[in-house]
């Protein structure tokens, strides 16, 4: 198929000018003012509007076992809704449990990504480190992963201990794979949820409670000593808060190789959310917690110095009723996360570049670029340039609407941002040269999404 889009704005994480773009063969072929239409193509009008990378999401979990139930997303729903909300290329966390091969798993997981309307990859999870493992974990690598996920928290289940921390950052230093992690201290957690669930303080707001910033700035330290140690190559995920990110500066003063990820929830939403009478704060229970109000301009700021690399959602759908609703008498069974993948590009359009807080550039480098850079796969994805993947995103500054669980296509019963506005969205979202969604309508193709192999950079 070939595409030309013509007279758009083209903004990537550097450049921002007017010209047209050809895509033939799923590729970006031409970049020139007033390029004549091959007589095959289909022409898409894009005055007047903005022509980004396609989004990529560094953070999402689609295919989730987890607190006794099932994440709701297959990815039918989630890579529909990824693309109605910009983001074409996905990075799914794959999380084996303690007990479960990592090669077994790893292929399972990709095997519920066959249907995939949208390019994807994983993180691969560590939830143990034997010699059996390691060697999985090797072959995982070849087979085209270059980025592990370990836990630092969920003692039992996920979590690792400290000697498996030390080989998984000295195996992925060796491979030259970059390890994300999530950052709390399980032991604390663990104490400080025993103690409040015993004193019978048991509703959604305790939840942040059980979780204090303190306890994610440990998790941050610890993980940078480990870091230091070995010379790994580290990325701590959905990082809510200050003090996380001063232990994680404090570090890379000190020479270690860390990124940050913040996720959308931790940029509008507060703790407050997660205080709402009637059970309903279970919606916004997600770990870390949302937190105090004064943390968001602190993230903000972060994400304007560049602190903070990348903008993900943590997507993590479960049911409010039936799912949510199993941690009524006690917080500490409600399943963790808040669904966002359709609305994560739109909302950091909406309240990052339209009252000021972000430049355009610096939202594309957020939202697209810088992951494709941590993540193996730049310039494939991640820019606008000849050779690169004809994935775009035209969208229209002039939008106005408003976030529905009405109208939303994750495959969950209800919004975060139920009648928030949006200022902008996508008018058409193309995956390698293919126009898959148009004005918040899925028009693709389930199981055109390719698995992105990708080659260890963090040597």
Known sequence: MTLLIKNGRIITAADDYVADILCEGEVITQIAPHLDAPSDAEVVDAAGKYVFPGFIDPHVHIYLPFMGTYAKDTYDSASRAALVGGTTSLIEMCCPSRDEEPLETFELWKSKAAISACDYTFHMGVSRYDESAEAQLREIVNRGISSFKIFMAYKGAFGVTDQELFDTLTLAKELGVIVTAHCENETLVAALQEKLISEGKTDTE??????????????VHHLMTFAEMTGAHVYCVHTSCRDALEAVQAAQLRG?????????????????????????????????????????????????????????????????????????????????GIPSIEDRVNLLYTHGVCPGQLDLNTFVDAASTQAAKLFGLYPRKGTIQVGSDADLVIY????????????????????????????????????????????????????????????????
């Open 206 to 219: 305790w939840h942040e409670r059980s979780r204090p910033p303190r306890v994610e700035a440990e998790g």
């Open 256 to 336: 270690v190789n860390a990124w940050v990820e913040t996720v959308i929830p931790y940029l509008t939403l507060d703790s407050s959310c997660a205080e709402l009478p009637d059970f309903e704060g279970a919606k916004y229970v997600m770990s870390p917690p949302l937190r105090d109000p004064i943390h968001r301009p602190v993230l903000w700021a972060s994400l304007r110095s560049r602190l903070i690399s990348t903008v993900a959602t943590d997507h993590a759908p479960f049911d409010f009723a039936g799912q949510k609703d199993m941690g009524k008498d006690d917080f500490t069974k409600i399943p963790n």
């Open 396 to 459: 229209d500054p002039e939008y106005r609407g408003q976030i529905s669980a009405k109208t939303q296509l994750m495959d969950v019963d209800y919004s975060a941002y139920e009648g928030w506005e949006i200022t902008g969205r996508p008018s058409v979202v193309t995956v390698r040269g293919e126009v898959q969604a148009r004005d918040g309508e899925f028009v693709g193709e389930l199981g055109r999404g390719q698995f992105l192999s990708r080659e260890p950079t963090h040597f």
